[in-house]
């Protein structure tokens, strides 16, 4: 009997130490709390849409569909914030650039055209390097000029959203193509929303970059030490700099779900607030904010937890513009948590805990 109660301890204690406690943790808060507060949270229902397509509805799918692009943005956002030691805080005007050039594209010089003027995959293309030089501008200060990450991306943060006005005009295009909504929607036959599927795409792809190519490591080596980094061969200006170009084609990813889940744009609307949330996503996902080592699961994994956070509030009746205050609250929790001082109280409590339960026995 003691074997069994040392054995459950001993792995409770060894989850408690891994890195993805935090999000798991706050996972299953969020969905005790639903459980008891309204169990039809968790209800899925299979309908049509206006097409006459099956498609799944629930708070659920909710989550899944709006939380897989927050996913895809974590990706590049825990990149940067590991090679960095800082966060990119204009993901959300970025992504009002690359939805524009899209449309842009798409549409060519009539906002409003009965055909498609050029392919969807040559108008996501040019998004994709559109964003990569965005993010490069954004490396390059960063890397190069040292200039602190936050206050480097201030710029596009501020200008960013007029930068999109400016690249249609300050007009409103409209895609009328019915397989152009296929991205943020549903697929004809597939009831579940495809941005899911694309957030999987892009987390095997990343998988499989972190397993067969030293990027992790590099990454990590370069925001632990990076004098340290420099003297065993690296280049840690390079790395920060791809890091921010990576995160700028995971904003391409999610700029073309936002304009194809409304086939147009609103350019002071669209992903307003979004970087708070993907900083938050690493942060959840029990990353050092400072940089350093990252765990990329963890951080996939927040993402869909603040979007559940997200979701319940809205179920509640919270309002829009009161959603950033809880958010904050959460942050600075974590970031709280995360200190060292903070870890290392924790520690030694956990110690003394242990060595009083073996003083009993």
Known sequence: MENKKTSVSAFFSGLVRKQIFIPLAALVILAVFNLIADPSFFKITLGYNSAGSPVLSGYLMTILD???ELAILA???TLVTAASGGQDISVGATIAIAGSVILRVLCGTNSRPDELQAPIIVAFLAAVVVSMLFGAFNGVLVAYFKIQPMVATLILFTAGRSIAAWINNNELPIVSDVKFTYFGGFIPGIPIPTPFFIALACILIMALILKFTNLGLYTQSVGINESSSRLNGLNPEFIKFLSFVILGVCVAVAGLI????LSSINYSVIAKDIEMDAILAVALGGNALGGGKFNMAASILGAYVIQFLTTTLYKFNVQSDAL????????IL???MSAPVVREKFASLGKKMKSSTKEVQ
């Open 66 to 68: 709006y939380g897989s």
């Open 258 to 261: 936002k304009v194809s889940r």
């Open 324 to 331: 950033p205050a809880y958010k904050a609250v959460v942050v």
């Open 334 to 336: 974590l970031v709280v």
């Open 75 to 77: 990706i590049g956002m």
